[in-house]
């Protein structure tokens, strides 16, 4: 198994903007603290930085503070994995949805909340909960392709030796057979392969 400088060096990690991986980590970062204040101004006096000086006030900050940090975390781990176009669009959709979700807890909490005669509290949980659902599922997306690219068992290792450089290119038993098929006859057959494969993996 190459170590992570190697895997650095073969270019597994190319086309990933660092600014973005900051970005994604700080998300991350941001996202966990905004989760532990809220717990801390449920418990503790942290709810005098945020002028929450009732129990009602607290409870509001923290639902927004924890609201918010969840959906954070979820758009920090597909900003730090090489996560698709269409993951990190879901993951944004999903974070949006809670977001709209915090703002309804904000404005129902405590007057349209579980006791009242027009409680929000239901479509407001379910706002969030299909929120989270959405972000999760992308998340959980991510975290699997982006495993599978680091584990590809069942794959085939195509090595191809041009002008003194070796490209190494993993794809699937399948792939490989169908590409191979298609450049029949041609005179180097492996490095027909790989040129369709690469073009097909740089679409």
Known sequence: MP????????????GRDPRRVSAGASLLVLGALAVVSAILV?????????????TVESRRVAGVLAGLGIPAMFL???AV????????????????????????FRRAYPGQWVEAADSLAFPTAMVYFVGCSIALWFVLSAVASFKLRNNPQGT???EVTRQGETEEIHVSRGEYRRYKRAVQGKADNSEAVAEELRALHED
């Open 76 to 78: 920090g781990v597909v």
């Open 81 to 104: 994995l090489p996560a698709s176009r269409r993951e990190r669009l879901g993951v944004l959709v999903g974070a949006a949805v809670t977001v709209a979700g915090v703002g309804l």
């Open 156 to 158: 085939v290792r195509l």
């Open 3 to 14: 170590s992570l400088s190697e895997a650095y060096d073969r270019g597994e990690w190319t």
């Open 42 to 54: 449920l418990t503790t006096g942290l709810a005098s930085l945020f002028d929450a000086t009732t």
